[in-house]
């Protein structure tokens, strides 16, 4: 005997694909006819083929219901255009009580079962963690009839009235009603249905997404980002010739300002062809003391973009180097569990 409090997958057990589905019911040719006909958006088509997560379906519905019948087709059609998602069908009056013990937001017992409309379509993550629900019908199918509704306000009245004239001017509002609501049904409805389907698929993405985003920031977070013995090494070495070079500059400057003041030459040191503190200290010499901020802002800049022709990385790039391959390297790990192959088989 399986235990009730057990997995939900054991409840495939006694799910239906979709074929088993149809071969198990007295519609076959009218379900397998309204899967041919189903027509699902260009966008959502791409959307479904490329979405990066493992999703299980569970669709619970009554056989006899009309919106079981026009229904599980579509849903079947976008589940084909997901390739890392499957559905599978349970009837109403199988055992839920495996896929029942995972649910907080729905109750899938005997008595609570009854007040829910079918079909219901659940989504699981491929833990089987409950994810979200959808159901029993695209949320403008209740708009298109309160609309209809609205416009005949006599609808109701005539219904609750014993007069003959009543009762007649009801069955052709009712008439009109059931012709509408076909076409409806026959222009609108995929399209209603794939728009949904692809709204409540791409919410759990965002959520999916922002999950995977804060696991990647505690990777990246704490020793990670402590500078190894060589990067400090490193750094310290290069914070010594800065050091050594600025002292070298203020000193040339010093020499060149006294040399002005007192008419003598001062003897320049030899400087690469390519080092920017040469055009500076020249450009001083001739243009005079235009202030200590300024000069102390370009020797800066000269200093940090000789130090980058000269091939020396800056501490901030190393770091920024060191983040980014960390990231790097987590994003990979997470596309490689999602783009794993999708099963031969399914669980029948």
Not at 36 to 42: D, G, L, M, R, S
Not at 199 to 210: K, P, T, Y
Not at 248 to 276: I, L, M, Q, Y
Request: aromatic share 8%; glycine share 4%; with cysteine.
């Amino acid at each position: 005997m399986i235990d009730s409090s057990a997995s939900p997958q054991l409840a495939l057990l006694i799910a239906n694909t979709f074929d088993e589905f149809c071969a198990s019911t007295p519609y076959k040719d009218l379900l397998q006819c309204r899967y041919k006909e189903a027509k699902i958006p260009a966008n959502t088509q791409l959307f479904l083929s490329e979405f990066p997560y493992w999703l299980n379906w569970v669709l619970i519905v009554e056989e006899d219901l009309p919106d079981t019948l026009v229904l599980t087709p579509l849903l079947q059609r976008l589940a084909e255009y997901a390739p890392r998602s499957s559905l599978y069908i349970l009837h109403a009056e199988d055992d839920l009580s495996m896929v029942d013990s995972v649910l907080d937001e729905i109750d899938l017992g005997e008595n609570d079962l009854l007040e829910l409309e079918m079909p219901l379509l659940i989504f699981f993550s491929e833990e089987w963690q409950y994810l979200s629900q959808w159901g029993p019908r695209p949320k403008a199918t209740e708009d298109f009839l309160d609309g209809w509704l609205e416009e005949h306000n006599e609808f109701e009245s005539l219904a609750l009235s014993e007069e003959e004239a009543d009762q007649a001017a009801h069955s052709r509002l009712l008439d009109t009603l059931t012709y509408e609501m076909r076409v409806w049904y026959v222009s609108q409805l995929d399209y209603a249905c794939g728009r949904e389907i692809h709204a409540v698929l791409e919410a759990l993405m965002i959520e999916l997404d922002s999950d995977d985003d804060a696991e990647d920031g505690d990777d990246l977070s704490g020793d990670d980002m402590v500078d190894s013995p060589q990067d400090l090494t490193s750094n310290l070495t290069t914070d010594s010739t800065r050091n050594k070079a600025a002292d070298t500059k203020g000193a040339t400057r010093k020499e060149f300002t006294a040399s002005r003041e007192s008419g003598g030459s001062v003897a320049e040191p030899a400087r690469s062809v390519n080092d920017p503190s040469a055009a500076l200290n020249d450009q001083h010499v001739s243009d005079g003391d235009n202030g200590s901020d300024s000069r102390a802002v370009e020797a800066a800049e000269s200093s940090t973009q000789y130090e980058a022709e000269q091939g020396v990385p800056s501490r901030e790039s190393r770091t920024a180097n060191r983040r980014s391959e960390k990231r790097s390297k987590s994003r990979n790990q997470k596309n490689s569990r999602r783009r794993r192959k999708p099963p031969k088989s399914k669980l029948s």
